[in-house]
């Protein structure tokens, strides 16, 4: 072999790793624009943006004494009502969908960062310990917090998972959320949105109708209630940490329709209560019957924003504490 | 370590990079980390089946010495008797012991007689059944005089274990395989490459066609109540997918990360849903396995060197084994025996259609293919729904179920009742996917094996694979493979 066929041979390798490593550097790039496009623009990442907005936002409210955390029964109609207003000694930090496996993450960190909270009141609702909520449509936005604290208890394996699970193309949970939307796209079908602009399309409704739209919701909703141990564990850590900090945790449940709270059977209710009070929790006001107007709800589990202002009188009056500032 | 795993993701470019840092080291340094790398990945289930491991590696090793000192050929047959003995005595533990004692109480208890016998609750370590019998061959080369001993511990046990394959094959020959750790390993760009789209093409198969399947298929088989026909021959057709999938989904993986670091491991599937018949469909199917059986068990018994009535019977004898040797329990083994009936039939009245198959003529050729590939497919269904069911009894309620007329009830609202519709939908795009690549690559190793083609068809391939699974990969709690459980 001569020396310009050597040169050439090794011209060749060089170039064909060269032309390799060049070729996989694009497809990263092409994957890291990929990400960076979808998280800029997917529904799902813009939600995950609200949802730590909302945790990240308790700063601006110096004045904040009482934090509520749950799911859809306490935001819906108290994240507009209560967090407008920074002078507010009451902030929501509830998001629909959430567990308590995420109140826990959020209720964390809101009182590291929030020292003058003294009250959490959280959510004591009997569906929060179904099989339904078992996992979470949140569950890679609470992650984020695990993450920051370095915490692996809360994750689904471990913490080098879950960080791979931040990369938006990784996320299964934005891939579901992908799915869903995609299905929607090829069915043609409307996606079903609670509030969509009209607060009071559940009194037009007919008492009939009603009751079984709430019966059907509270079948799904309070399946298994009791049944599974995870909700809680996740309550019990909830109280350990607020007694840690000597803040005082409130078990609130809020109004529904009755025939959403008769699918709760009485008996795991009461053995929700009792763990509740034998675990910690000062006092349990239960609001599901204080409300029976149609006009305050927006469906069978979801005061809307007319019955928001005297839900949160009846609630003041029960803890003989402002939650709002009125003019 | 699941190569479907997060851990695998960081696992396996740490393990490639310290590998190509110890190139100037030498390829003893490069097999002693490649053993460690291999211990670590295995101990990741369970660190106390690192002792089974080395043990059983360490006795193959010893005897493999002991035949190359000896010449006495009673002394000989007495080391390779140690060697089967051991490897099959701690399978025959680990994973039959259970099974044979209950089927002999049960036995009993048929005739009246009540007998009572410990059973143990021991773990089946994951892939002994893969890594028991490529030790084998190992030691049987060297009986045999096909190979000389190996002296270098480090090799010899970085054979055993090597990571890749070691829990759910290719069960590699000690010839093909234990060599490559003894000569330099060269990775080209290309080769580098082609593991990568290997790689790729493995986790397409058993992410997206596999696992969506398993969903779909779980559903079906573990429901309380038995469902309709339509929905059971749904299921099988779908666990027909999964399974094929699911495994050569594994090997691709297995193959392609053994070729980053310059090993090359045998082919294990051969596109075995497009035979024509049963024998044809066996030389396709988990070659690594069914070329085991033939090797070791089926020439030993006589082969076909015999007369045909003992053709059939080492037929049936090495299906049957090969179907107990998936598992401890009586579905596998009807598997096995159905699958050598299928086989048998070959030996008396030779390939059926054989003529009309090769016809020149294209409208012979192309019905007669297909009848061909359909009915090796639909009699493979019917053996996967015993290798599929807890209980031969299951097995037979779900094949009455398609017999009977609930075969011809509409699916889809029973699916869309168990939340299963969607999946099905991407289950079925995706096998159909699968084959459509497949049958376009038919003549390659793998789907993406795409080398001499333009770069301009080669990355818009690999892209499509690569996005279709990003996006349509299963979703949930990682599903192990399959053939972990053998």
């Known amino acids: ?327 | 370590m699941l190569f479907n795993s997060a851990d695998y993701v960081l696992f396996l470019p740490l393990v490639l990079l310290v590998y190509v840092l110890l190139r100037r080291a030498g390829l003893r340094a490069q097999n002693a980390w490649m053993l460690v790398a291999s211990y670590v990945f295995y101990g990741w289930w369970d660190w106390r089946f690192l002792g089974l491991l080395f043990g059983t590696t360490l006795n193959d090793y010893l005897v493999g010495l002991g035949l190359e000192r000896t010449e006495d050929p009673r002394r000989r047959r007495l080391l390779i008797l140690l060697s089967i003995g051991v490897n099959l005595g701690v399978l025959g533990f680990f994973k039959y012991y259970n099974f044979f004692v209950s089927s002999f109480i049960e036995a009993f208890a048929g005739i009246g007689v009540h007998l009572e016998a410990p059973t143990l609750k021991v773990i089946l370590p994951v892939g002994i059944s893969f890594y028991t019998f490529q030790a084998l061959t190992y030691t049987i080369a060297v009986y045999r005089r096909e190979m000389r001993a190996v002296h270098d511990p480090i090799g010899f046990f970085a054979y055993v274990a090597f990571f890749p394959q070691l829990v759910a094959g290719p069960i590699e020959r000690a010839r093909h395989l234990l060599p490559q750790f003894f000569i330099p390993r060269v990775v080209d760009p290309e080769s580098f490459a082609s593991g990568l789209r290997q790689m790729l093409w493995g986790f397409f198969c058993k992410l997206v066609v596999a696992d969506n399947c398993a969903t779909v298929v779980n559903s079906i088989f573990n429901h309380k109540e038995m469902l309709p026909g339509s929905l059971v021959l749904l299921g099988s057709v779908l666990f027909a997918f999964q399974i094929y999938a699911d495994f050569s989904g594994y090997s691709h993986i297995a193959l392609g990360t053994a070729r980053l670091f310059g090993f090359e491991l045998m082919q294990n599937f051969a596109t075995p849903y497009f035979s024509q018949s049963h024998p044809e469909f066996w030389r396709r199917w988990h070659i690594s396995l069914s070329s085991w059986f033939r090797d070791y068990v089926y020439i030993p018994l006589g082969g076909n060197r015999t007369s045909k009535p003992r053709q059939a019977f080492n037929l049936l004898v090495t299906f049957t084994l090969s179907g107990l040797w998936h598992g401890a329990n009586w579905t596998f083994i009807v598997w096995g025996v159905l699958n050598g009936l299928y086989v048998i039939p070959r030996v008396f009245i030779g390939e059926p259609l054989a003529r009309p198959a090769s016809s020149p003529n294209f409208f012979v050729r192309v019905p007669t293919i297909a009848l061909r590939v359909f009915v090796t497919f639909s009699l493979t269904v019917v053996a996967w729904i015993f290798f599929r069911s807890a209980t031969i009894a299951g097995a037979w309620a779900a094949l009455r179920e398609i017999a009977s007329r609930s075969l011809f009830t509409n699916p889809a609202p029973v699916l869309r009742s168990m939340g299963l519709l969607t999946t099905v939908a991407y289950a079925g795009l995706a096998i159909a996917f699968l084959l459509a690549m497949e049958w376009w690559q038919r003549d390659k190793r793998y789907a993406l094996e795409l080398g001499e083609r333009a770069s301009l068809i080669t990355w818009p391939a690999c892209a499509l694979v690569f996005v279709i699974t990003l996006f349509f990969r299963y979703t949930g709690a990682s599903l192990d493979f399959i053939y972990f459980q053998f």
């Not at chain 1, 990263?28 to 799902?44: D, K, P």
């Not at chain 1, 449940?253 to 009755?258: A, D, L, T, Y």
């Open chain 1, 1 to 327: 072999m001569s020396t310009s066929d050597i040169t050439t041979a090794q011209m060749t390798r060089s170039f064909s790793w060269m032309r390799l490593f060049s070729q996989c550097a694009i497809a990263v790039l092409l994957f890291v624009g990929a990400n960076v496009y979808t998280y800029e623009t997917s529904g799902f990442f813009q939600r995950a943006h609200e949802y730590t907005e909302q945790v990240s936002g308790i700063a601006g409210h110096k004045q904040v004494r009482i934090v509520f955390a749950g799911d859809s029964h306490f935001g819906v109609p108290l994240n507009d009502y209560l967090n407008q207003n920074p002078s507010n000694p009451a902030y929501s930090i509830a998001y629909g969908g959430d567990s308590l496996r995420e109140c826990f993450a959020k209720v964390r960190r809101v009182l590291d960062t929030t020292p003058t909270i003294d009250t959490l009141i959280l959510t004591a609702d009997p569906h929060m310990f179904g099989k339904g909520r078992l996992e979470s449509s949140n569950r890679s936005f609470a992650d984020r917090y695990f993450l920051e604290d370095w915490d692996r208890s809360g994750l689904q394996h471990n913490l080098w998972s879950a960080m791979l699970q931040q990369v938006p193309l990784f996320s299964e949970d934005f891939l579901q959320y992908f799915r869903k939307d995609l299905g929607v796209l090829l069915s043609r079908a409307a996606p079903h949105a609670r509030g969509e602009g009209d607060p009071l399309a559940w009194s037009r409704l007919t008492d009939e109708q009603r009751l079984s739209s709430a019966i059907e919701t509270g079948k799904g909703d309070h399946d298994g209630i009791g049944a599974v141990e995870r909700p809680f564990q996740w309550y019990a850590r909830i109280l350990d940490l607020a007694r840690s900090r000597h803040v005082r945790v409130i078990g609130v449940r809020f109004p529904v329709h009755p025939g959403y709270s008769s699918e709760a059977p009485a008996a795991q209710v009461a053995e929700i209560d009792s763990f509740l009070l034998s675990h910690g929790v000062a006092q349990i006001i239960d609001l599901r019957d204080v409300l029976s107007d149609p006009q305050d709800f927006e469906d069978a589990d979801h005061v809307n924003e007319i019955g928001v202002v005297p839900l949160v009188k009846i609630l003041e009056g029960k803890l003989q504490r402002p939650l709002v500032v009125r003019q």
